[in-house]
């Protein structure tokens, strides 16, 4: 095995495994940290790719700014693992069968999949790279990124609106 | 494009009136002014005036059936800012604010209309919606509107999750985001294609509130301010459906005989639990949501048959929807009771608004003379050309005759109960402009032919 072969199972294993510890902690809090180190081994994943700057917003955006968002709600809601609410038994047994109904659909149709080769990155890919991106950004995708700013402007009017005393 | 540019820079333009002048009567004549602009420039656009030439790299295509559903929108946006724009002072003093989000909101409707591409349908999607959450909760000392806020929120951002993971499954399967490239026939479904189109069904469901993911559409209707429930029941639901049926059909057209037999349950759902709740509802802002719920049920049908007359017939439920729907809400947030209690002897006091509620009311329900007759009239038209699930049609036509109860049951209160004067305040250009709403209702249940006309011009 190559070390990017190697890499790859280890960042798979690691995603994987902080996954479940993420939904099985009882503690808010651990649970938090478990979905950075799963957004920490999916930059690895990105990284493996070439796709440097999605790794790199991936950890900011994410694993920084969102996962602070999360632990001040945590922190405010005063939440941890004595407050967790108590579910329905049977809440918790259709909650099982319909998420495990959604994800024989998902595998099933993962399985059958072969990856296009053209579509398929290595390590010496260039499409990740920020100047690329740029230039796609600011070519074939410019409507669409001049739009959203349509919606940014909007969420921060919106924000200004909800927070503002009157 | 015009219109889409436009109503982003309209929005803009209201942000700064509300800094030059705190007269809430000065921001309305501001708004209304710019729907006005962005009809004509939406009308410029259809005679083939272009204010601006983009390259939108196929994007984004207006063509006439575009732009007719956003000229239909505009204008009943229109009616719904001469109506109820004086009352949204009531909910809060950022009034000029909440004209900027609704022209936000705009151009999210006018990008669905003419999406060509996953992306733009997914930043339409968002830009229509993001605006809706925060004036949901704009009554900021009502627990209620809080809850709905937090509500549609949480409920929308799961749904459009779904759709990006639907997004992403077609990307996969195709490896473009163009609709045009996503449109193979059956001969190229796979089971990813499959997965990201049942994905797509579901968070668009959630986006028209089809049944069964219609629970969070009573709780959010009944929180939200009146004045914003009015919107948000009708032009930003006839985009959703707008939007819905341009997808399947561009995207997923080839492939009708896939998805077909879901939508026709999903359509029947809609119909019967819209129906049959909105029976039981004793306040009638919650009766007119679950009224939204059952007359989705109807535009369903376009959906499922996918043919001409289902596509023209769109047009004309959702100008006949949103007039109606829109003159009712106006009423009713002028009303201190909404019970039907609430309307008890209306007809003593208001008579002039009396008749006009019925001649809505009677539109909902698809009385012959008003436009609600030929919209439903055309949806089972085009489901019956299909001729696929006669079932259906009977479904309709059953749940059409139960529509008829609850809507009459808010006739019977004004008409032949007695009541005590509430003392509505109302002027006379409130009074205009539910006549105008009024007369057009009928003059589309009389020639549908005015509006469907454009769509070959």
């Known amino acids: 095995m190559s070390t990017t072969e190697i890499l790859f199972w280890f960042l798979s294993a690691l995603a994987i495994l902080s996954a479940l510890m993420m939904v099985t902690s009882r503690n808010p809090v651990h649970s938090v940290l478990w979905l950075i180190l799963v957004f920490f081994a999916i930059s690895g994943h990105y990284i493996l790719m070439n796709a440097q700057f999605l790794a790199i917003v991936n950890m900011i955006v994410y694993a920084g700014a969102i996962m602070v968002l999360f632990l001040f709600v945590i922190m405010l809601m005063n939440m941890n693992a004595d407050t967790e609410p108590q579910k329905n038994k049977w809440m918790k047994m259709a909650g099982a069968v319909a998420s495990g109904s959604l994800m024989l659909v998902l595998v099933a149709a993962l399985r059958d999949t072969e990856l296009r080769s053209k579509g398929l990155e290595g390590a010496e890919g260039s499409i990740g790279l920020i100047s690329q991106l740029g230039k796609v950004l600011f070519t074939d995708y410019v409507v669409a990124f001049e739009l959203s700013s349509v919606l940014f402007l909007s969420a921060m009017v919106g924000a200004v609106l909800i927070g503002k005393k009157n | ?457």
């Not at chain 2, 209306?346 to 009311?361: D, G, I, Q, Y």
């Open chain 2, 1 to 457: 494009m015009n219109a889409i540019i436009l109503s982003a820079l309209w929005g803009v333009v209201m942000m700064y009136t509300g800094v030059v002048t705190r007269n809430t009567r000065n921001h309305g004549v501001m708004a209304i002014i710019g729907i006005i602009l962005l009809t004509i420039a939406a009308w410029l656009e259809f005679v083939g005036v272009q204010f601006f030439s983009i390259n939108l790299s196929g994007m984004m295509s207006f063509a006439p059936y575009s732009l007719v559903f956003m000229m239909v929108m505009f204008v009943c946006t229109l009616l719904y800012f001469i109506l109820s724009g004086p009352d949204m002072k009531d909910v809060g003093d950022q009034v000029s604010d909440y004209y900027a989000l609704i022209f936000f909101v705009l151009t999210g409707v006018s990008i669905v209309a003419a999406f060509k591409t996953l992306l733009m349908l997914f930043i339409g999607i968002e830009i229509m919606t993001i605006p809706l959450y925060i004036l949901a909760a704009s009554d900021k000392r009502n627990l209620k509107s809080n809850e709905a806020g937090l509500k549609y929120f949480l409920m929308g951002t799961f749904s459009t999750g779904l759709m990006l993971m639907g997004i992403a499954l077609l990307y996969g399967a195709h490896g473009t985001f163009f609709t045009d490239g996503i449109n193979l026939g059956m001969a190229a479904v796979s089971p990813l294609t499959t997965a990201g189109l049942v994905l797509l069904m579901i968070s668009m469901a959630f986006k028209v509130s089809a049944a069964p993911f219609h629970f969070w559409t009573p709780d959010v209707y009944d929180g939200t301010p009146t004045v914003f429930t009015s919107f948000m029941a009708t032009i930003v639901k006839a985009a959703a459906f707008f939007a819905f049926l341009r997808l399947f059909e561009n995207a997923f057209g080839k492939m009708h005989v896939q998805w077909q037999l879901l939508i026709a349950i999903i359509t029947a759902a809609t119909l019967l639990i819209g129906n049959i709740t909105a029976v039981f509802q004793q306040s009638v802002k919650r009766m007119l949501a679950y009224s939204s719920i059952a007359q989705a049920g109807f535009m369903m049908l376009a959906l499922f048959a996918l043919n001409s007359t289902g596509k023209q017939g769109l047009i004309l439920y959702a100008a006949a929807y949103s007039l109606a729907t829109i003159g009712i809400f106006a009423v009713l947030v002028r009303m201190k009771d909404y019970t039907f209690e609430g309307f008890n002897g209306l007809s003593k006091h208001e008579p002039f608004l009396s008749v006009m509620l019925t001649v809505f009311l009677l539109s909902l329900a698809g009385i012959p003379l008003t436009a609600g007759f030929f919209a439903k009239y055309y949806m089972l038209v085009a489901a019956l050309k299909n001729g696929n699930m006669f079932w259906l049609v009977i479904v309709a036509v059953l749940c059409a005759a139960v529509s008829i109860y609850y809507y009459f049951k808010v006739i019977q209160s004004m008409f032949f109960k007695e009541g005590a004067n509430t003392g509505m305040r109302t002027g006379g250009v409130f009074k205009a402009t539910l006549l105008v709403a009024a007369i057009l209702v009928i003059a589309l249940g009389i020639h549908p032919d005015w509006l469907l006309n454009l769509l070959t011009y």
